[in-house]
């Protein structure tokens, strides 16, 4: 009798696969969950402002009406509901950019639109150029289609455009960048240097994916124009040199999983067909429920979360300027939810985490996981976002005492 054969997952699972790697502080910040852990560590939204009625409401809604409700229960075309897609070119249009529904595809969040965008553009060894610190879920993304990562230093009015036009002139023809409140360092580009950023990519025709997902939480400063919102197609469908993502998860819920991509209409007809052979595309009954609920909610939604967040933004400044030592620097955000710590060099943030759930029963995000080069290992993301305020400030007190004593050792 032959015995059967083990099945060898590894030689079957392909490279791309095999590219995916675990983080691994993901066992270290398990705890964070704990309630007496003071967490700074998790970039997602208050629970305690998701507008529950209103959601409780629409759903009735949906279920009263049998029209609406049947519909909303059924397939969709691959683009997204066409009312959806109106919503957002209109507020995309209301902000300078001006787009039609055409250039506008509906995504699971905004994340399913970067594993797209990577696997329409991206392949092994393509450069494509990422801002040092960068997003890391878009690097997770882009990793599977095994490019090669050209980092690109900030400087306090975004991206060196020196170092950018370098690596366009190298070969490089595509580059994420975040120029609103970013993800994990809270800052954002000057005008002067949103427009210098397009000028170098129109120089070399190369394309820029745009991530948007904090641009509505602006905090009280000047709120500047969108890359997607300078690069002029004068009208034309088929033109442009930016790709934007976009998301609801941050300014109505994560849950419904609704994002989107404003792209080319070149791009976006791509994209409908990978649409199509992935998902179908996204559930029908959560458009509907996001498209209703932005209708309803904002822009007055917007401002309730704006004021909370810029509250929990200023407590935890506040403590950062009283309890930490001068040997620490950090950003000062004018929106979205983080705050970028740089640490003194002797301090290894990852080491510093492990002492910090156990000693002090705080949690943060190591930075080195946000570099392409695996540099920034003295540095470290804080969201103000979750906690409130008076366990933020405890926190903060914590930490510091716990990076003073571990710097003088």
């Not at 994209?271 to 992935?278: F, G, T």
């Not at 002492?355 to 540099?375: N, S």
């Amino acid at each position: 009798m032959t015995m059967p054969k083990t099945v060898q997952w590894n030689d079957l699972i392909v490279r791309d696969a095999r590219a995916l790697t675990a983080s691994e502080i993901r066992d270290l910040l398990k705890v964070a969950d704990r309630p007496e852990i003071i967490s700074f560590a998790g970039g997602v939204p208050d629970p305690s402002l998701f507008p529950l009625d209103a959601f409780n409401a629409i759903y009735a809604d949906l279920t009263l009406d049998e029209t609406a409700g049947r519909r909303s229960l059924q397939y969709s075309i691959s683009e997204g509901l066409p009312a959806l897609r109106q919503w957002i070119a209109d507020d995309l249009a209301s902000s300078g950019a001006t787009r039609s529904i055409d250039n506008i595809l509906i995504t699971c969040g905004a994340q399913q639109g970067l594993d797209m965008l990577a696997r329409l553009l991206l392949e092994p060894g393509r450069e494509i150029v990422v801002e040092k610190p960068s997003y890391l879920g878009a690097m997770q993304a882009f990793s599977m289609r095994r490019p090669t990562y050209v980092g690109v230093n900030m400087d306090g009015d975004g991206p060196v455009i020196a170092e950018l036009e370098a690596a366009f002139e190298r070969g490089a023809r595509i580059a994420y960048l975040a120029p609103d409140f970013q993800n994990p360092t809270g800052r954002s580009y000057t005008l002067e240097r949103r427009l210098a950023v397009l000028e170098i990519a129109r120089k070399y025709g190369a394309v820029i994916l745009e991530d948007a997902a904090y641009s509505k939480l602006s905090y009280g400063g000047a709120v500047l124009p969108s890359l997607l919102a300078l690069d002029e197609t004068n009208g034309d469908p088929n033109a442009g040199t930016v790709i934007q993502l976009g998301t609801f998860s941050k300014t109505l819920v994560p849950a419904l999983r609704i994002g989107w991509v404003c792209a080319p209409r070149p791009v976006i007809e791509r994209l409908v067909l990978m649409q199509q052979a992935s998902d179908l595309h996204v559930s029908t009954i959560n458009q509907e429920v996001a498209l209703r609920a932005a209708r309803k909610l904002f822009p007055a939604h917007l401002d309730i979360l704006r004021d909370a967040y810029r509250g929990k933004r200023d407590t935890m400044l506040a403590a950062l300027g009283e309890f930490m030592p001068d040997t620490v620097s950090y950003t000062r955000p004018e929106g979205g939810m983080f705050i970028w710590l740089t640490l003194p060099e002797n301090i290894d943030s990852r080491q510093l985490l492990e002492q910090a759930l156990r000693d002090a029963k705080v949690a943060f995000v190591p930075g080195q996981a946000f570099f392409c080069d695996h540099t920034g290992r003295n540095t470290a993301r804080l969201s103000f976002a979750t906690e409130k305020t008076d366990r933020i400030r405890d926190g903060i007190e914590r930490l510091a005492l716990l990076i003073r004593r571990v710097h003088n050792q």
